[in-house]
């Protein structure tokens, strides 16, 4: 279906213990999600629990990436829609090591528990939902709601670092 593909014989070793930690996360967080019989999907480039409808054009607050329905089986497809020009491998490395880098200039590591980790995340829905209620969303792009927006965006990833 897709003529691109990303050769992930390319990638390094550092590239592949990141996507060993993605592995490792989205496994425990979907493991715990079974058993508590929650209703939220992970971030297939990410591994957070940020999705509610699979391959709904959902965008992860965490990664940014827009979830079109894209996983395992053609991660390393590059569909060139509303992720860019980027294979799904390839966005979870640099989600990695964008991850990485924000926990060494935090001087912290990601929360590992999932129960933290939802928590975070339903505190972040509930920040932006008032947000969103409070401020008009109708503006232009230069608008001052929107530097504000992005704080507040922002503050999710910190808020899922332990210091």
């Not at 715990?32 to 297939?44: A, D, E, G, S």
Request: hydrophobic share 35%.
């Amino acid at each position: 279906m897709y003529s691109e593909y990303f050769d992930s014989s390319t990638l390094t070793a550092e590239d592949n213990n990141l996507l060993s930690e993605f592995a490792t996360r989205r496994a425990i967080i979907l493991h715990f999600i079974r058993q508590q019989r929650k209703y939220v999907l992970t971030c297939p480039a990410c591994a957070f629990p940020t999705l509610h409808h699979q391959g709904g054009f959902e965008t992860c607050p965490v990664c940014d990436w827009v979830d079109e329905g894209q996983d395992d089986e053609e991660a390393d497809e590059i569909w060139k829609n509303r992720n860019g020009k980027l294979s799904l491998t390839e966005y979870r490395v640099a989600t990695g090591y964008a991850l990485r880098t924000l926990c060494h200039e935090q001087k912290g590591s990601l929360v590992a528990d999932p129960v933290e980790i939802i928590d975070v995340i339903e505190q972040h829905e509930a920040r932006m939902d008032a947000f969103q209620e409070t401020n008009s969303m109708n503006v232009d792009d230069d608008h001052p709601v929107w530097e504000a927006w992005k704080k507040e965006k922002a503050k999710l990833k910190l808020d899922l670092i332990r210091k």
